[in-house]
Nanobody, 115 residues
Framework: QVRLVESGGGLVQPGGSLRLSCAAS????????MGWYRQAPGRQREVVAM???????ILSNSVKGRFFISRDSAKNTVDLQMNSLKPEDTAVYYC?????????WGQGTQVTVSS
């Protein structure tokens, strides 16, 4: 079993920054596939940024150049630095990890970009 705990969401003005953090505990390898998804109202959940188990990263085209994902293997955490936020980035952000054929989700953290 894996538990994911997210932190760092909130309300920010357009152009502002937020940093999300996700900590994994339980039977999660420090190099497991792990990253962030988001779901806006009325839309499907979509991948934002992800570390593959081999270390490669993927980043949604909609956030390239603005969002940056980082990993601390010693702490088993993955952070998402979000810069130049736009109203269309408003969503619930979910941490995700794939371990031994199973997918685990965090509880989600709300990010609202509004003036």
């Amino acid at each position: 079993q894996v538990r994911l705990v997210e932190s760092g969401g909130g309300l920010v003005q357009p152009g502002g920054s937020l940093r999300l953090s996700c900590a994994a505990s339980g039977s999660a390898s420090s190099n497991a596939q792990m990253g962030w998804y988001r779901q806006a109202p009325g839309r499907q959940r979509e991948v934002v940024a992800m570390f593959h188990s081999g270390g490669a990263t993927i980043l949604s085209n909609s956030v390239k150049g603005r969002f940056f994902i980082s990993r601390d293997s010693a702490k088993n955490t993955v952070d998402l630095q979000m810069n130049s936020l736009k109203p269309e980035d408003t969503a619930v952000y979910y941490c995700n990890i794939y371990v031994e054929g199973r997918t685990f989700w965090g509880q989600g953290t709300q990010v609202t970009v509004s003036s």
